[in-house]
Nanobody, 120 residues
Framework: QVQLVESGGGLVQPGGSLRVSCAAS????????MNWFHQTPGKERELVAG????????NYADSVKGRFTISRDNAKNMVYLQMNSLKPEDTAVYYC?????????????WGQGTQVTVSS
C-alpha cells in the first residue's frame, strides 16, 4: 500500500539546522510531484516547498526562501527538506505529500507528519 514515512524532526535552537526526510513506497515515485507542508494548531496546512518529478524545478513559500532546500532522490524514493537558519515561527508539524494527475484524476498522498520545534 502507499506509504509516506517522515523522519528527522526534533528540537533545535533558533539559527540551527535540521533535515527532515520522507521515504515513499507503494506507488511510482517518479510520477509524482513531491511537497512538504507544515501545520500549526488552529491553522490550515500550508505548502512549504515542492519539487517536480525531474528534481530540477522547485518552489518555496516566501517565508522559507533562501533558508530551506527541497531535494529528491528518485533512485531511493526519498524526498528531503533541509532547513537552515531556523526560526521559532518554523515550529510546526511537517508533512510529506505526493501528488499526481493521471487520466483526469488527482492522486494525493500524505505522511503522518513529524514535529519540528525551534526553541531555546
Amino acid at each position: 500500500q502507499v506509504q509516506l514515512v517522515e523522519s528527522g524532526g526534533g528540537l533545535v535552537q533558533p539559527g540551527g539546522s535540521l533535515r527532515v526526510s520522507c521515504a515513499a513506497s507503494g506507488f511510482i515515485f517518479t510520477d509524482y510531484v513531491m511537497n512538504w507542508f507544515h501545520q500549526t494548531p488552529g491553522k490550515e496546512r500550508e505548502l512549504v516547498a515542492g519539487i517536480a518529478v525531474n528534481g530540477v524545478s522547485t518552489n518555496y513559500a516566501d517565508s522559507v526562501k533562501g533558508r530551506f532546500t527541497i531535494s529528491r532522490d528518485n533512485a531511493k524514493n526519498m524526498v528531503y527538506l533541509q532547513m537552515n537558519s531556523l526560526k521559532p515561527e518554523d515550529t510546526a508539524v511537517y508533512y510529506c505529500n505526493a501528488r499526481a494527475w493521471k487520466n483526469g484524476y488527482e492522486y494525493d498522498y500524505w505522511g503522518q507528519g513529524t514535529q519540528v520545534t525551534v526553541s531555546s
